[in-house]
């Protein structure tokens, strides 16, 4: 957003209103009005699918708080009470664990259509980074979420995963200590979990305005890649994209209900159903399957402290994909080689998740450390190289252009004669 | 730029505008297009907007869109409101609780809980019996007589909510001139039936639902 506002109330309260906060015209100028590329797909939805999960996943998780006790020897039978007792209680928990699932399904799209599109070159560097924090925030939120029901998993997910600070050398077991609030995982560490648990949505909320704001600092980015030119090049934002956004926001909202009414408890682990046993861990332990990918990348290196670093340079590699990527064009639709290395990323992603499942034995380990190795290959060597030395397909010369000659006959030849619109 | 001259503010997609209405913004916008002072997306947002004087199939889309979506945020809210009345195990904790009278004795009053209000049972003396009988229920501040207050047949137990209808403390038993029931918060005095007699509360003690089960079983709730 540039300047002022187009908004002009005609209500007299508006316009005292407006004069005092102006709230209306900057929605009116950032969501109504707005200059939207005409050529967003679907992979453009996910942004406003992921605002909605937040609010959802707030509101289910503020009224279970109502019912949930943060105390280890409460909180199993408070989420029981939450599934048996209280009135649709059942829903509310489905819809929150579901939900979690569902917000990491939409984040890691949104992601991997930054990647494809280019969306984190110039000028919009800072809002792929402030996306990068977003993502950490939410993986700590989620882990600290699934500790709160205190079942086996839950125990010793907090267990393995508040352990891996030990790996840093001096400091560590002290760190590790001031997080459990004590000599093991216990009740200190499950009532400050909750609190945590609690504030992050809410600081995740904070950095969502920044990142709307970087967006519309920055304007969206689109298929083409190449920015609008002229006015020809948009179209408001609203009814198109809040339409589209609507529409498919439905479609991801029928997925997730599948799995809240039908499936409700496949996609998590039925070792969470036992209270948490501090003295017996699970044979089959894993994360839940959105933090299966980082999860294979650490146990593929088989030294601790490199094996913490790598899980960790696997994420906050991202925030430098800006300057990793030396290409001068910014969507993958002109670029026919990255294109080829960027789906192999994707099926390595998924490759690693479904070894991240997979006890870590004999060629999983081997196909881990394979895939590992092509995580971070495409990173630091494939996309840097690419840059510099791919051939890339010839950019349209506007965003109006490359919409309107898609399979029509070329600038210049009679246009076929429209349809025929109905009364 | 005056307010007069015309604004997208009010016009949202999605709501169905009355035809008057809309030829009147539509002339407005038509005025400014020729006058070329709208954006192209103000153009694209007046041109999506207007519509004929005839409601059209986007007006029905509109208003079917809208209302399905309605429909389903209210069902949404459903569980969200549902969730907060108490649950299965607050009712089961409710129940109704049977009193065995048999070890109270004559004059004494015991406490017991139920949905987690004090309930005082007193088993009343001869003498306390009388008192509260003969008493001018006109001139009470809360008029009710004394059988009105007991079960037939029954009338040396009085079963009363121990909570005073002022603002809710605990009224002591025993105390004060009629030997019933004292609150020390700010000082109402009731008589052995639970009546308001002195004092800033303003009704009589409550009953709670009761039944006897036998002359020495009662069941309260």
């Keep these: 957003m540039s300047g002022h506002s187009t908004y002009q109330p005609q209500n007299a309260f508006m316009q005292w209103m407006e004069r005092r906060l102006p709230i209306a015209g900057l929605v009116y100028s950032s969501f109504i009005v707005y200059p939207t590329p005409r050529n967003l797909n679907y992979w453009w939805t996910f942004g406003g699918i992921l605002s909605f999960m937040l609010a959802a996943q707030i509101v289910t998780g503020v009224v279970l708080a109502m019912h949930y006790t943060p105390h280890v020897d409460l909180a199993f039978n408070s989420v029981e009470q939450i599934m048996r007792d209280v009135n649709y209680g059942w829903l509310l928990r489905y819809l929150h664990a579901n939900g979690a699932s569902m917000f990491f399904l939409a984040a890691y799209i949104h992601m991997f259509r930054g990647m494809y599109y280019g969306s984190y070159k110039d000028p919009r560097e800072v809002l792929w980074i402030l996306g990068v924090i977003l993502l950490l925030l939410m993986i700590m939120t989620g882990f600290m979420g699934y500790v709160l029901p205190w079942g086996q998993m839950s125990f010793w997910a907090a267990t393995v995963i508040t352990n891996l600070f030990s790996a840093i050398p001096l400091v560590g077991e002290s760190i590790v200590s001031w997080l459990w609030g004590g000599y093991s995982v216990g009740n200190p560490t499950l009532n400050r979990f909750y609190s945590l648990h609690y504030l992050l949505p809410f600081v995740i909320v904070g950095v969502v305005v920044l990142h709307v704001w970087a967006l519309h600092m920055a304007g969206q980015n689109n298929p083409a890649g190449i920015e609008p030119k002229t006015e020809r090049d948009t179209v408001a934002f609203t009814p198109y994209a809040t339409i589209k956004d609507g529409f498919f926001l439905v479609v991801f909202c029928i997925l997730f209900a599948w799995f809240v009414f039908y499936i409700p408890n496949f996609l998590g682990h039925p070792d969470n159903y036992i209270p948490a046993n501090p003295a017996v861990t699970p044979t089959h332990i894993v994360p839940e399957w959105y933090y299966l990918p980082f999860y294979a990348i650490l146990r593929a290196i088989p030294n601790k402290l490199l094996g913490v670093m790598a899980l960790g340079a696997s994420i906050v590699i991202l925030a430098f994909l800006p300057w990793l990527d030396t290409s001068k064009v910014r969507s993958a639709r002109y670029r026919p080689l990255y294109r080829q290395f960027f789906w192999a990323f994707v099926i390595v992603c998924i490759g690693l998740g479904w070894l991240g499942s997979k006890p870590p034995e004999g060629n999983y380990v081997l196909f881990a450390r394979i895939f590992t190795v092509y995580y971070f290959a495409y990173f630091l060597v494939i996309l840097p190289v690419l840059g510099k030395v791919e051939k890339t397909k010839p950019l349209p010369n506007s965003i109006a252009e490359s919409v309107l000659l898609e399979g029509k006959p070329p600038l210049g030849a009679p246009a076929p004669p429209p349809p025929l619109a109905k009364a | ?221």
């Design chain 2, 1 to 221: 730029m005056s307010g007069a001259g015309g604004s997208r503010g009010r016009l949202h997609a999605g709501k169905f505008t009355q035809p008057a209405q809309v030829r009147l913004q539509a002339a407005r916008s038509l005025r400014k297009l020729a006058a070329g002072g709208l954006t192209e997306q103000e153009r694209d947002y007046t041109v999506t907007t207007m519509s004929s004087a005839e409601p059209t199939r986007r007006d029905f889309l509109y208003i079917a869109t809208a209302s399905v979506g309605a429909v389903g945020a209210a069902a949404a809210l459903v569980p969200l409101i549902a969730q907060m009345n108490p649950d299965a195990s607050t009712i089961a904790a409710g129940a109704p609780i049977e009193v065995d009278l048999s070890p109270i004795a004559d004059g004494q009053v015991i406490k017991v809980f139920w949905r987690g209000k004090p309930i005082y049972v007193n088993h009343r003396t001869k003498k306390q019996i009388e008192e509260a009988e003969n008493v001018d229920v006109a001139k009470l501040p809360d008029p009710q007589p004394d059988s009105a207050r007991v079960k037939p047949g029954h009338s040396q137990w009085s079963v009363l909510i121990g909570i005073c209808t002022h603002l809710g403390c605990i009224p002591i038993a025993h105390q004060g001139p009629y030997d019933g029931y004292f609150c020390p918060c700010h000082g109402s005095i009731y008589d052995t039936s639970g009546r308001i007699r002195q004092g800033p509360a303003p009704l009589n003690l409550a009953l709670p639902p009761y039944e006897f089960l036998s002359d020495t079983k009662i069941r309260i709730g």
